[in-house]
Nanobody, 117 residues
Framework: QVQLVESGGGLVQAGGSLRLSCAAS????????MGWFRRAPGKEREFVAAITGIGGRTYYADSLKGRFTISRDNANNTVYLQMNSLKPEDTAVYYCAAQKPGSSWNWGQGTQVTVSS
């Protein structure tokens, strides 16, 4: 079973940046798709971004394109989410997830991101 640990969350002013990290252990995730999701207060969890294992193709929520960038470092079993031009509506708990081909997502515990106006 893979373990995912997110870090890098915190409090930032609107317009600022944060870089989230997700360190994986338990198995090598080279072939897994990796994703970031978020849950804002009182809302459902929503997709933020994903990156495939083979080819490193990236996908983003339409509303976040241009501000958020997902990347991965397979040598260190880590995935990142660079968030720029943050807005108060980006406030949420951000979750890292890994998906082995043909399997369901495995989830981290989440990291809080708070953007003040």
């Amino acid at each position: 079973q893979v373990q995912l640990v997110e870090s890098g969350g915190g409090l930032v002013q609107a317009g600022g940046s944060l870089r989230l990290s997700c360190a994986a252990s338990g198995r090598t995730l080279t072939s897994d798709s990796m994703g970031w999701f978020r849950r804002a207060p009182g809302k459902e969890r929503e997709f933020v971004a994903a990156i495939t294992g083979i080819g490193g193709r990236t996908y983003y929520a339409d509303s976040l394109k241009g501000r958020f960038t997902i990347s991965r470092d397979n040598a260190n079993n880590t995935v990142y989410l660079q968030m720029n031009s943050l807005k108060p509506e980006d406030t949420a708990v951000y979750y890292c997830a890994a998906q082995k081909p043909g399997s369901s997502w495995n989830w981290g515990q989440g990291t809080q991101v708070t953007v003040s106006s």
